[in-house]
């Protein structure tokens, strides 16, 4: 009896060692949701989201954490893999629907790692990083060029692939942004709802008008609906964690919300303040608070950490600031595609009760590519040389652990390719202009003017001050350092 006792307490004592070591991990992504629409980081916020400032009270919050691009395609392969996206064949830009993947056949992710761990590893969102189509005329390409070629030499009957090639068990994504053809659901590399359909989509008509609803035109999946993509979503992932809730998952959740087309549902259409957007806002909020519940009621919040950020600042210009006096992307200057603060500086959350403080926050810079290395800590898996070369282990910080800088700089990326370290106070950008959306995009360079910018955003946050000119050595030296970590190949 007494030696029957003594392997019950064994047991007992690993299953909970086991659980505090390998928990439920839940990677939560939204898209375009800028710093200043989390009411937890910006009290002024027009926009409402109690669930995901619910999410940042119960754990710990970064005040100083961005994306490694201004736009998603790049901070998607650069959250998934660890590395800088620039060090890819995608030197800028985003990819389009018909896109081959981006992410190497050899190259690790987070969930490919996991899975060698025992994890159920699962992708269900937008994913953006490029599928296996297969062609209609082998002697054709399946993209033909342009920056949004049309699916006429897709075989849409074919496996197409895509997170299961970067170490997803399973998936249900649309394959890029929710405004670029083919709009289909795609489920474990099959297409759903053939034979595709001719679809007009919806332009933005007047010069100037904010892109609120548009999409373009191209082809549809019968029953598809433009507006149910984000409920479908979140139905498939509740999916995902009720059959897996007696194992380890992994479950990367990328929304496809608040990006354009701006199609909130009831009983969110109308119930913000800050128009279609806010609404949508809204809606993304509750996809959070429905899987926070989830876990609640499965008895499962005690052994998952939930991450939660954005993969770049909002779209948001001066007439919808003016319009309804919020700042989606908070103080920052500039907006999505920047390589200013506002196209970059993320909300970042991280969740994990009787692991993480709740209530805690920290200034500590870091960027997404920094999951890779701290979600390995925390399950005791390993980076080869070859792994993860962008990435920093903040566990320790999560923990509590450790106050000690774990960064010594970042590098941001803009649309148009635009590079910038980060190196405590000072930001070095590469280039003169926003490299994004905010004119002017690319400014020429005079003689005997600076080739870059240079900020000091302890003294200058909102980066109007550019001291290139006047820190001439400074500047070099940034210049200096940015290209030693570009030709090195990694950061750590």
């Known amino acids: 009896m007494r030696f029957l006792s003594v392997l019950l307490f064994a047991f007992v004592t690993t299953l909970v060692s086991g659980q505090s070591k390998n928990p439920n991990i839940v990677l939560i992504m ?3 949701l800028g710093y200043g629409d989390v009411g937890y980081l910006n009290p002024d916020a027009k926009t409402q989201t109690p669930h995901i400032n619910a999410l940042a009270k119960a754990g710990m919050s970064f005040t100083n954490a961005h994306s490694p691009s201004a736009v998603c395609t790049p901070t998607r ?38 899975k060698k761990e025992g994890y159920e590893t699962a992708c269900v969102g937008k994913w953006h990083l490029g599928l296996d189509w297969q062609a209609k005329d082998a002697n054709a390409k399946v993209d033909k060029g342009g920056v949004y070629p049309d699916g006429s030499n897709v075989d849409f009957d074919k496996s197409t692939p895509g997170p299961e090639l970067a170490g997803f068990d399973y ?53 598809f609906t433009i507006e149910k993509t984000l409920p479908a979503f979140v139905d498939e992932a509740e999916g995902f964690i009720r059959n897996n809730k007696d194992k380890p998952f992994f479950l990367y959740f990328p929304l496809n919300s608040p990006h354009t087309p701006w199609v909130p549902v009831a009983p969110f259409k109308g119930s913000s303040k800050v128009g279609l957007y806010g609404d949508f806002v809204a809606q993304t909020d509750d996809a959070v608070g429905r899987i926070v519940a989830l876990l609640d009621s499965l008895s499962l919040t005690e052994n998952t950490l939930i991450i939660f950020t954005s993969d770049n600042g909002a ?16 103080e920052w200057r500039g907006m999505k595609a920047d390589i200013y603060e506002g196209g970059h500086r993320e909300p970042f959350f991280v969740k994990w009760p009787g692991q993480i403080k709740p209530g805690s926050q920290t200034d500590q810079t870091l960027c997404l590519t ?86 000091n955003l302890s003294s200058d946050p909102g980066e109007t001050k550019d001291l290139a000119d006047k820190n001439s050595g400074k500047a070099k030296e940034l210049a200096k350092r940015l290209l030693h970590i570009k030709n090195q190949g990694h950061s750590r």
């Open 30 to 32: 939204a898209d375009d």
């Open 77 to 114: 392969y650069a959250l998934l893999t660890g590395r800088y996206s620039w060090r890819s064949r995608m030197k800028q830009g985003v990819l389009h629907g018909y896109s081959a993947p981006l992410i190497e056949p050899d190259r690790e992710t987070i969930a490919s790692m996991l």
């Open 315 to 330: 779209y948001w210009r001066q007439p919808e600031i003016d319009q309804f006096d919020h700042r989606a992307n908070g």
């Open 171 to 223: 998936s249900f994504i649309i394959p890029a942004s929710l405004d670029m053809e083919p709009y289909c659901f795609v489920r474990n590399g099959q297409v759903l709802g053939l034979p595709m359909q001719p679809y007009v989509g919806e332009p933005d008509l007047t010069e100037g008008r904010h892109i609120n609803r548009f999409h373009r035109g191209g082809v549809i999946a019968q029953n």
């Open 370 to 455: 920094d999951v890779f290395a701290s979600v390995a800590d925390i399950v005791n898996g390993t980076l080869s040389k070859n792994t993860a070369e962008d990435s920093f282990n903040f566990w320790p910080v999560w923990a509590g652990k450790s106050n000690k800088a774990v960064r010594q700089s970042i590098i941001h990326q803009s649309g148009d390719g635009m590079l910038a370290l980060r190196e405590g106070d000072w930001k070095y950008v590469e280039a003169l202009g926003s490299g994004g959306f905010t004119e002017p995009k690319r400014v020429y360079v005079q003689p005997g003017q600076p080739g870059g910018q240079l900020y």
